[in-house]
């Protein structure tokens, strides 16, 4: 069973920058996965933020873009979330997901392996 486990959260104040990382275990073939980040803000639903194909093809929400930058290590089946002027609403539990073969848009049910996930918090 893959494991993932996300690392770098923490309290930052509005236009300061944190990195997020996830490191990834029992997988075969990392550099075959679609990788994203996923985020959950207070009394909303689970959305999309990030993705990265297997070939390293980046895609981005329309709400992060610019702002953030997702990268890979595949030779350390690891992935990153670099954010930057982050915003009071960026703050949410930041999850890592994979997805085997291609990515699939936005939709959580699209992806098999998860994090527990990592706690943003931004303040204005």
């Known amino acids: 069973q893959v494991q993932l486990v996300e690392s770098g959260g923490g309290s930052v104040q509005a236009g300061g920058s944190l990195r997020l990382s996830c490191a990834a275990s029992r997988i075969y073939s990392y550099s075959a996965y679609c990788m994203a980040w996923f985020r959950q803000g207070p009394g909303k639903q689970r959305e999309g933020v990030a993705t990265i194909s297997g070939g390293g093809s980046p895609s981005y929400a329309d709400s992060v873009q610019g702002r953030f930058t997702i990268s890979k ?4 089946n ?5 954010m930057n002027s982050l915003k009071p609403e960026d703050t949410a539990i930041y999850y890592c997901a994979a997805r085997w073969d291609r990515c699939m848009g936005w939709q959580p049910a699209n992806y098999n392996y998860w994090g527990q996930g990592t706690q943003v918090t931004v303040s204005s």
Do not use: E
Not at 78 to 82: D, G, I, P, R, S
């Open 73 to 76: 290590d595949n030779a350390k």
């Open 78 to 82: 690891t992935l990153y979330l670099q």
